[in-house]
């Protein structure tokens, strides 16, 4: 095998894998929007009837949307809903496909340096976030490592910069900040795809063994 | 070049740029970027500035209404509430020439106040009240401008993404904007349904149809009519009831809604497990790219400030001593142009920015200007060449006997009483904002 059709076969699986990975964060967030339902019901419910206020519903709502968004993010890439308006390059696309190609790869080529600006630019907040809660160096103040791990990790989680009111509802940073950035990160290698492949990869994704 | 000639040269980048088919936010983001760049000539402030908007712009309680009130909006096509409230209100209408262009007004006024979004008003309509009125020998064009014309009220008749959009970049309570929509909003379906009687007497060929006598033999038992009417009342009263009187916060009147809707839509039975998973999937793909665009957004009106843009603008309008009349027929020339080739999103989150600091000194409601700047963007998605509602309506339809150029033609005589509502609104603020006090 020529390292050309090699080269064609390893892009296609990593794009395989990223289209894999936006699914099903995409997924996990369209549970967080069944739960945001949920929740707010639970808490106009309780509030009006019972008189008994769910509290920390609005940190709950504010940790959900950005859950929401940024896990469902790569997805919307991945499906092309990004919001654009595609009339001039759809007419002109037509009179000149080649015209039209050099312009999907320019945008998407663009798009993929612009999530990963986003991804670069949010890395360090997540980097600080998560190092704040100093799961592997000693902590500066507060009980020392007990060498318990599990413990330890509690201890450690305690640390984090938290999101929300003390007392009624924290929750570390860092997952969130992570979230984030690998969101605008997995987008970069989505547009990147898009870009290399300019609307012809359906063929080279169809591998034998995915026909069903 | 100076920070402002930067940052004028960095709005017209953005609108060549989306026109080209570029991403709205890539466009926004991207264009800020380098024009934060370029003008402080460090890109790492410019790094700042990306970061900002990206981690916290989407930390806001009230961005929920986005998710609950699509979600609702998506249960309530799937549980057929349109067509139900369109099948009473033909039979109102059935004696009059226009009739069911009007009863498609007028379902579409009531269906607006449980949907947010235009898309969905034009393609649940398009489906039901087309067909319907080539049937009765309607124009082709006539009918397909109705359904166009008419779906515009979507996004003015609480609730409505756009007013929600409209109240984070203006930073007004979008319970506020939503109460404020509603009397225009029924000021312009009323208009709507004069218009198409004035057209129905003096061009009865852009009209056509004739009235029928089919329901006459078939008349809707008072069951009926409560079994189709009932359930979208009770959830307009839930939904803008709700936060009319204070008792629920937007939030979580459209979270009671969606629970309302999804309990319609279940013992209907026109719920299976599949669509529900469905709306949940739309739900979220919508709400992402609404809130990446308005992330971006965020990211450009920081922007404007950093160049001082909005500032050396008034400063321009000041010493050229233009008025309220000059600045609000500048704002909707300038709207109207944006909508031949932009979303309403983009056009509210690109304009509204450059505009605000001029209209809040003068001593203007903020809300009053949401809603003139949402009903001059909605303009837009009824004319060429990027009308969306248009677009949907032709894909919807998928009957070659119809172009795109007949469902323009068609929605021209509705755009124009579009503009015609538009001054009135402008002219008199009191019917906008007249129900907050």
């Not at chain 1, 007990?146 to 910069?161: H, I, K, Q, V």
Request: proline share 5%; glycine share 8%.
């Amino acid at each position: 095998m020529s390292l050309r059709t090699n080269l064609d076969r390893l892009a296609a699986s990593i794009s395989q894998a990223a289209d894999w990975v936006a699914t099903i964060a995409n997924a996990l967030g369209t549970i967080v929007v069944l739960v945001l339902v949920a929740v707010m019901n639970v808490d106009v419910v309780a509030r009006n009837f019972f008189n008994a206020p769910f509290r920390g519903v609005v940190e709950v709502v504010i940790f959900s949307m950005i859950l929401i968004v940024f896990l469902q993010l790569p997805d919307v890439i991945r499906v092309n809903r990004l919001t654009r308006s595609d009339g001039f390059m759809a007419v002109v696309g037509q009179a000149y496909p080649w015209v039209g190609r050099v312009l999907t790869r320019a945008v998407d080529g663009l798009a993929c340096v612009f999530m990963a600006l986003a991804a670069y630019a949010t890395w360090p907040v997540f980097v600080e976030t998560i190092e704040s809660c100093s799961y592997i160096t000693p902590p500066e103040f507060g009980p020392p490592f007990t060498g318990n791990l599990l413990t330890d990790l509690f201890e450690a989680t305690e640390r984090c910069d938290y999101f929300g009111t003390p007392g009624v509802f924290t929750a570390p940073w860092w997952p969130v900040r992570m979230v984030i950035t690998l969101s605008a990160g997995l987008g970069s290698v989505l547009f990147l795809f898009k870009s290399i492949y300019a609307g012809r990869r359906l063929e080279l994704v169809r591998l034998p063994d995915q026909d069903n | 070049m100076s920070p402002v000639e930067i940052g004028i040269i960095s709005v017209v980048a953005i609108v060549v740029l989306v026109y080209l088919g570029l991403y709205i936010p890539v466009a926004l983001g991207t264009v800020s970027f380098v024009a934060i760049w370029f003008v402080s000539g460090k890109p790492i402030l410019a790094i700042n500035f990306l970061r900002v908007p990206i981690g916290d712009s989407v930390t806001e309680y009230e961005f929920a209404t986005i998710p609950l009130f699509t979600f609702m909006g998506l249960l309530v096509s799937k549980a057929g509430l349109g067509a139900d409230i369109y099948d009473v209100m033909n039979r109102a209408f059935r004696k009059i020439t226009g009739g069911i262009g009007m009863a498609t007004v007028g379902a579409n006024a009531v269906f607006a106040a449980v949907t947010g979004s235009s898309i969905a008003s034009a393609s649940v309509f398009t489906r039901i009240s087309v067909p319907e009125m080539l049937r009765f020998n309607y124009n082709p064009r006539f009918a397909v401008g109705v359904v166009a014309g008419s779906s515009v009220l979507g996004m003015i008749i609480p609730p409505s993404a756009m007013l929600i959009i409209y109240s984070f970049v203006a930073e007004q309570s979008v319970g506020d904007m939503f109460l404020a929509g509603i009397v225009p909003g029924i000021i312009l379906a009323a208009t709507y349904i004069v218009a198409i009687f004035v057209m129905g007497r003096l061009t009865p060929g852009f009209v056509g149809g004739q009235t029928s006598d089919e329901y006459a033999a078939d008349p809707m038992t008072t069951a009926e009519v409560l079994s189709k009417t009932v359930p979208i009342v009770l959830l307009i009263t839930i939904v803008l009831g709700g936060i009319y009187t204070g008792w629920l916060t937007p939030v979580e009147a459209g979270a009671a809604g969606a629970l309302a809707a999804l309990l319609f839509a279940t013992v209907r039975r026109r719920l299976s497990l599949r669509s529900f998973w469905e709306s949940l999937l739309e739900t979220g793909h919508i709400t992402a790219s609404i809130l990446f665009l308005i992330t971006t957004a965020s990211l450009y009106s920081r922007m404007l400030g950093f160049v001082a843009l909005p500032n050396e603008l008034n400063q321009f309008l000041a010493a050229n001593e233009l008025d309220f009349f000059w600045i609000m027929a500048a704002y909707v020339v300038l709207m109207l142009f944006l909508g031949t080739l932009l979303d309403t999103a983009s056009i509210i989150l690109i304009v509204v920015p450059l505009f605000i600091n001029i209209i809040e000194p003068m001593g203007l409601s903020l809300v009053w200007f949401g809603i003139i700047t949402v009903v001059g963007a909605e303009i837009g998605l009824l004319t060429p060449p990027l009308g969306i509602s248009c677009f949907v309506i032709k894909t919807t339809l998928d009957d070659s006997r119809i172009s795109l150029k007949d469902v323009f033609l068609g929605a021209l005589p509705f755009a124009f009483v579009m503009l015609l509502v538009l001054i009135v609104l402008i002219r008199f603020p009191g019917l906008s904002i007249g129900i907050l006090n």
